[in-house]
């Protein structure tokens, strides 16, 4: 009883904090674009931070102000599209926490034929997790590791308690500000993002984050957002996550089917790490625990925040020998993808292979998949956003709130990739162990439409 009372009252101190950093966060001045102004008149940009299939993101400083923001710009070319993109990011004003990126409006830029959502949100300086692991050149240690998940972990408490679920929980999507804050990105946007580009290029999105709910046509809740948080545990460890290294349509059979990852030397780990991992990579969602119970945890306990400050210098220190950002990252590097056309192409013969790269460089290849991702979505307004990736709205408290529907990127992934080409890649046994699988599943289905009509003909009679 003793333990519960101290929970309850660090529980208790923990959201009158919150609760005050929100009130200050809420103020007006931190809503900085007019949309009916040019952005490119509010803005003076200063540096490119990061590129992808979305589009770019860049540093600016807000003219009236001098406030300093991450402007994303995506591009698009239908009125449609940026009327789905808009609607998608409007909801994000309401996203107001110290560990969830500030949203501080958006904007049409038109210059010639070229057509720009402009979305100003909040600068961190430090640049996402994914990012520093790509510059440093190496993983990260177990201290800091520790404490970016529990930041993760505080933003997810946050959002799961606006009845919102992140679903592109990854390195990339894990910002930190010159203090070494964790921040969460990219909810929201990079879902609508991804569908938009779908319509046009047929793009293939990446899975290897994703949880086997998602992945299979089964309902899914919150606890999708913490195998995401497991994924990126063994990634902040290992600079990639598991199966990054084979196609994303073979990892969508592999995911649901193999057992749960772990890491691959776990003797090299502290059994805290090691158990971290296996309670949020837990198979079967009702017993995977919650954010607000991980927050808990002994790993999480022992984050330490003057690991973060010694990391963060270290970044600095391998900017300035690179150059800049842009050169540290590699961006203008020819061995970076260019489009999304080449991404979704195999890799010719005379190129290096991605395996024998090195594996912070590993990191920034895979994030490249970035724009493909799922954002989160507002559980409570679902039925009416018009998209194809929502959840419904949640009944009864803890019950399940997914409606089995996959993102409309896998399906589309599923749809276009299912070829001999595709099916070459797999051994015989797991060839055999697929159609197993396939008829298990059309047994299901055939004896679901057959309970369903039986009970529809007696209440007939």
């Given at each position: 009883?003793?333990?519960?009372?101290k929970?309850?009252?660090k529980?208790?101190?923990r959201?009158?904090k919150r609760?005050k950093e929100e009130?200050m966060a809420a103020a007006p001045?931190?809503?900085?674009?007019d949309?009916d102004?040019?952005?490119?008149?509010?803005?003076?940009?200063?540096e490119?931070l990061?590129?992808?299939?979305?589009?770019?993101?860049?540093?600016a400083?807000?003219k009236?102000?001098?406030?300093?923001v991450a402007?994303?710009?995506?591009p698009?070319?239908?009125?449609k599209?940026?009327?789905?993109m808009?609607?998608e990011v409007?909801?994000?004003?309401?996203?107001?926490?110290p560990?969830i990126i500030?949203?501080?409006g958006s904007?049409?830029?038109?210059?010639g034929?070229?057509?720009?959502?402009w979305?100003a949100?909040e600068?961190?300086?430090a640049?996402?997790?994914g990012?520093?692991?790509t510059?440093?050149d190496r993983p990260?240690?177990?201290?800091?590791?520790?404490?970016?998940?529990?930041?993760?972990?505080?933003?997810?408490?946050y959002?799961?308690?606006?009845?919102?679920?992140?679903r592109?929980?990854?390195?990339g999507?894990?910002?930190?500000?010159?203090k070494?804050?964790?921040?969460?990105?990219?909810?929201?946007?990079?879902?609508?993002?991804?569908d938009?580009?779908?319509?046009?290029?047929?793009?293939?999105g990446?899975?290897?984050?994703?949880?086997?709910e998602?992945?299979?046509?089964?309902?899914?809740d919150?606890?999708?957002d913490?195998?995401?948080?497991g994924i990126?545990?063994?990634?902040?460890?290992?600079?990639?996550?598991?199966y990054a290294?084979i196609?994303p349509?073979?990892?969508?059979f592999?995911i649901?089917?193999r057992?749960p990852?772990r890491?691959?030397?776990p003797?090299?780990?502290s059994?805290?790490?090691?158990?971290f991992?296996?309670q949020c990579?837990?198979?079967?969602?009702?017993e995977?625990p919650?954010?607000t119970?991980?927050?808990q945890?002994p790993?999480?306990?022992?984050?330490?925040?003057?690991?973060m400050?010694?990391l963060?210098?270290?970044?600095?220190?391998?900017?300035?020998?690179?150059?800049?950002?842009v050169?540290?990252?590699?961006?203008d590097s020819?061995?970076?993808?260019d489009?999304?056309?080449?991404?979704?192409e195999e890799?010719s013969?005379d190129?290096e292979?991605?395996?024998?790269r090195p594996?912070?460089?590993?990191?920034?290849?895979?994030?490249e998949?970035?724009?493909?991702?799922?954002g989160?979505?507002?559980v409570?307004?679902?039925?009416?956003?018009?998209?194809?990736?929502?959840v419904?709205?949640?009944?009864?408290?803890s019950?399940?709130?997914?409606?089995?529907?996959?993102p409309?990127?896998?399906?589309?992934?599923?749809?276009?990739?299912?070829?001999?080409q595709?099916?070459?890649?797999?051994?015989?046994?797991?060839?055999?162990?697929m159609?197993?699988?396939l008829?298990?599943?059309m047994?299901?289905k055939v004896t679901?439409i057959?309970?369903?009509?039986a009970?529809r003909?007696k209440?007939?009679?």
């Amino acid at each position: 009883k003793e333990k519960e009372r101290k929970r309850k009252r660090k529980r208790q101190k923990r959201k009158t904090k919150r609760e005050k950093e929100e009130e200050m966060a809420a103020a007006p001045e931190n809503a900085l674009i007019d949309p009916d102004v040019s952005p490119a008149e509010q803005f003076d940009i200063v540096e490119l931070l990061g590129e992808g299939s979305y589009g770019s993101v860049w540093r600016a400083t807000h003219k009236k102000t001098g406030t300093e923001v991450a402007i994303k710009k995506v591009p698009f070319q239908e009125e449609k599209d940026m009327e789905e993109m808009m609607r998608e990011v409007s909801f994000m004003k309401d996203l107001v926490s110290p560990y969830i990126i500030r949203y501080h409006g958006s904007a049409r830029h038109k210059e010639g034929k070229e057509d720009e959502l402009w979305i100003a949100m909040e600068y961190c300086g430090a640049g996402s997790a994914g990012d520093i692991m790509t510059i440093v050149d190496r993983p990260l240690t177990e201290k800091e590791s520790s404490t970016i998940c529990k930041y993760t972990l505080l933003g997810l408490e946050y959002l799961h308690s606006c009845n919102k679920i992140h679903r592109d929980i990854k390195a990339g999507n894990i910002l930190l500000n010159d203090k070494g804050e964790g921040k969460l990105a990219d909810f929201g946007v990079s879902g609508q993002i991804s569908d938009t580009h779908r319509k046009r290029n047929t793009v293939i999105g990446t899975p290897f984050w994703m949880a086997p709910e998602v992945i299979q046509e089964v309902g899914y809740d919150f606890k999708a957002d913490i195998w995401s948080l497991g994924i990126t545990a063994i990634e902040l460890a290992e600079s990639r996550p598991p199966y990054a290294n084979i196609h994303p349509m073979r990892a969508i059979f592999m995911i649901p089917s193999r057992p749960p990852p772990r890491l691959s030397e776990p003797a090299a780990f502290s059994p805290e790490f090691n158990d971290f991992i296996a309670q949020c990579l837990t198979k079967n969602p009702d017993e995977r625990p919650s954010a607000t119970e991980l927050l808990q945890h002994p790993f999480i306990r022992n984050a330490d925040e003057a690991a973060m400050v010694a990391l963060l210098k270290e970044n600095d220190r391998c900017i300035e020998a690179a150059g800049g950002r842009v050169a540290a990252l590699g961006l203008d590097s020819e061995d970076e993808y260019d489009s999304e056309e080449e991404e979704s192409e195999e890799e010719s013969e005379d190129e290096e292979p991605r395996q024998q790269r090195p594996k912070a460089k590993q990191v920034q290849e895979e994030e490249e998949y970035d724009g493909y991702g799922t954002g989160p979505i507002d559980v409570s307004a679902a039925k009416n956003d018009g998209f194809n990736t929502f959840v419904q709205p949640v009944s009864g408290g803890s019950e399940s709130v997914g409606s089995g529907d996959r993102p409309a990127f896998l399906e589309n992934l599923l749809e276009n990739h299912r070829t001999k080409q595709m099916y070459a890649a797999y051994t015989t046994e797991e060839l055999e162990k697929m159609i197993v699988d396939l008829r298990v599943e059309m047994d299901r289905k055939v004896t679901e439409i057959q309970t369903k009509y039986a009970a529809r003909k007696k209440e007939l009679k």
